[in-house]
């Protein structure tokens, strides 16, 4: 976007105490800097900590001709509406002049190996998460803090806050990770196997400004199973017990999504609370609603006030890209009374029965693809995770990448919704499945979200049809009477990779060659389960 709708304003004189790189000295002795933004005066306040690898210096600038230039990341990427920080704001970091004007200090942090720091970094290690505990300490610590220490931020902001919190360091109160995901593996880098080649790419660019022990680009092409390296990443979520108030979007499946709703749904703390949407990742978390439910959910944790705790689950319900049909509290997720529906893969369709004899269909797995259709009869709403299971033959290859999408259809249109990267069509619900690595981690699996365990590759010899289960994202959508509900299924990324007309820059492996055939019948059942909600 040339001119994306963004504003950026300067604090106003005086309203608050500004300390750059001060030094922190973490346990091992390396020196990790910081700056603060306080409020005037000897009041001790409470502490908003941010901490990441993108430099807690790379604040917007004012160009030559008086406009305001801030991550480029705001004009490359498409945004939903306007987005208002001030010009002490970092990348995904809250915002500094907002919160000290609402009576907190803001600590925004370099990590280990970036910015000003010192050191070598390890994105995701357990020592990211030790230097992290100690930077609360450090916070908590301060004349001017109360010790009442939270985490805030976006992406990577929000994911560093789950090896920390695990820490428990006696400081932190509070954490708030806005979209982040907990598996790394599972959440952007091989979903269902699968190896993300686009965004990465990119990512891992931007970290070339940092000093790093090891690139998650390449461990990724170097390890496409997981191993001990893999589970290295991994937070302890049951470990973490402060109140949490965690952001679990659904138009960000190709990141965050997933991790960020099982991090609420796996975290020990017995305060917890899910906050859902569909919209534009920046736009919403800067926006006045996301603004008052963090105000209050620290107001409460923080400081002690009287305020009534957040709803268990904030239930956001679309129809399309622009239009909230509802927003409503739930008292869990996935929802009490959801009715999972399974509809049959048949020759005619999704079919509410089974089919009384066998069918399939073949594609190419470069090109071709197969779908599934459902008009639906009367209004339904379709709000929690999905789960496919098929039945798979390849020819000329022993392997596919599989990603299936749930499509609307509106008299015969498709219905984008929001989506990563700022993509605006995206679909209801994606999903990916490598079918070597099909075998399911059956602990960690349940009927509506199957799990690949990932250990071993079973490539598929000539003729052999094997099940493959395949968890879709979750997604909270509202199909009208006559709207269809459509299953895709291909062996390759369902978007373009145009900058201007796909989800740039989103990508998967592609195999360069052989058919897929998808086989259901009595002996072979297909079918999709979707959590279908009744009315009240």
Not at 27 to 54: E, K, Q, S
Not at 448 to 462: M, N, S, Y
């Amino acid at each position: 976007m040339i001119r994306p709708p963004l504003s950026v304003h300067p604090p106003a004189p005086g309203s608050m105490v500004i300390e750059n790189d001060r030094p922190v000295t973490t346990r091992d002795g390396t020196v990790l800097r910081v700056n603060v933004y306080r409020p005037p005066g000897d009041a001790r306040v409470p502490v908003i900590m941010a901490a990441h690898p993108y430099g807690k210096d790379r604040l917007p600038t004012m160009t030559r001709t008086g406009r305001w230039k801030a991550s480029p990341q705001y004009r490359i990427l498409r945004q939903t509406g306007q987005i208002r920080f001030s010009s002490l704001t970092t990348w995904e970091a809250p915002d500094p002049a907002w919160w000290v004007g609402h009576g907190y200090a803001v600590v925004n942090c370099d990590l280990r190996g970036a910015g000003t720091s010192d050191g070598v970094g390890a994105l995701m290690s357990d020592q990211e998460g030790e230097d992290i505990h100690d930077l609360v300490e450090w916070a908590g610590a301060q004349p001017w803090s109360t010790g009442a220490v939270a985490l805030l931020g976006v992406s990577y902001l929000a994911l560093s806050q789950w090896k920390a919190a695990a820490t428990r360091p006696p400081s932190l109160k509070a954490i708030c990770p806005w979209e982040g995901f907990s598996n790394a593996y599972r959440g952007l880098l091989r979903p269902g196997g699968v190896p993300e080649t686009g965004f990465l790419k990119l990512w891992n660019l931007g970290m070339r400004r940092t000093r790093q022990q090891y690139s998650l680009l390449t461990e990724s092409a170097r390890r496409p199973v997981i191993d001990d390296w893999w589970r290295s990443l991994d937070p302890d979520l049951p470990r973490i017990e402060v109140p949490a108030l965690i952001c679990g979007s659904f138009s960000d499946n190709n990141l965050h999504s997933r991790g960020s709703v099982a991090g609420f749904e796996h975290i020990g703390s017995a305060e917890r609370h899910l906050y859902t949407h569909r919209g534009g990742k920046w736009a919403t978390f800067y926006a006045n609603d996301a603004l008052t439910a963090q105000l209050q959910f620290f107001d409460r944790h923080l400081r002690g006030a009287d305020v009534p705790p957040l709803p268990r689950v904030r239930l956001e319900v679309r129809d399309r890209a622009d239009h909230v049909v509802e927003v409503r509290s739930e008292p869990a997720w996935p929802l009490e009374r959801t009715l999972w529906t399974p509809r049959h893969l048949t020759a005619e369709g999704l079919a509410d029965h089974a089919p009384a004899t066998a069918g399939s269909i073949t594609f190419d797995v470069r090109r071709g693809g197969a779908r599934f259709g459902w008009t639906v009869r009367e209004e339904i709403e379709l709000t929690g995770p999905m789960a496919l299971r098929l039945w798979v033959e390849v020819a000329g290859t022993d392997d596919v990448d599989l990603v299936v999408g749930v499509e609307k259809w509106s008299r015969g249109r498709y219905v984008g919704f929001e989506g990563s990267y700022g993509y605006g069509r995206d679909r209801v619900a994606t999903g990916w499945q490598n079918v070597a690595l099909r075998e399911l981690d059956e602990q960690r699996s349940r009927p509506f979200e199957p799990v690949p365990a990932c250990l071993t590759r079973k490539p598929l010899a000539a003729g052999q049809v094997v099940p493959v289960d395949i968890a879709l994202g979750a997604s909270s959508t509202l199909f009208h009477a006559g709207d269809q509900v459509r299953l895709v299924v291909a062996g390759r990324w369902l978007s373009p990779r145009n900058p201007l007309t796909g989800q740039f820059p989103a990508a998967y492996r592609t195999r360069r060659r052989g058919t897929c055939t998808l086989h259901w019948g009595p002996e072979r059942p297909a079918d999709l389960l979707l959590p279908v909600i009744p009315k009240f």
